[in-house]
Nanobody
């Protein structure tokens, strides 16, 4: 499975960005998809996950209500719409894929990772 993340950039606090992650080399709809992020000097942390059909979702507490994860199985793409961005959202954002849903917030459970896209939020 190959994952290609895009859409990062520099934005002012309060602004919005939409990240995309295109998958290839697999049956996309059979994978749970997630976004993680890693700020400088910190561990990679869970942001959001979405189930196979797009109905089941989970969010990290600090982004719930501001970020929305979605997927388009016809386009083999998962999205992360990020609104009301804060400087503490600054990080490299990674998309990831796995088969199952259990322990969906655990990065060790994911088999496939994209290359990351930088998001920088200025104050």
């Amino acid at each position: 499975v190959q994952l290609q993340a895009s859409g990062g950039g520099l934005v002012q606090a309060g602004g919005s960005l939409r990240l995309s992650c295109a998958a290839s080399g697999t049956t996309f709809s059979s994978h749970v998809m997630a976004w993680f992020r890693q700020a400088p000097g910190k561990e990679r942390e869970f942001v959001a996950a979405i189930g196979w059909g797009g109905v089941l979702t989970r969010y990290e507490d600090s982004v719930r209500g501001r970020f929305t994860i979605s997927r388009d199985n016809a386009k083999n793409t998962v999205y992360l719409q990020m609104n009301s961005l804060k400087p503490e959202d600054t990080a490299v954002y990674y998309c990831a894929a796995r088969r199952g849903w259990g322990a969906v917030q655990q990065k060790s459970e994911y088999n496939y990772w994209g290359q990351g896209t930088q998001v920088t939020v200025s104050s």
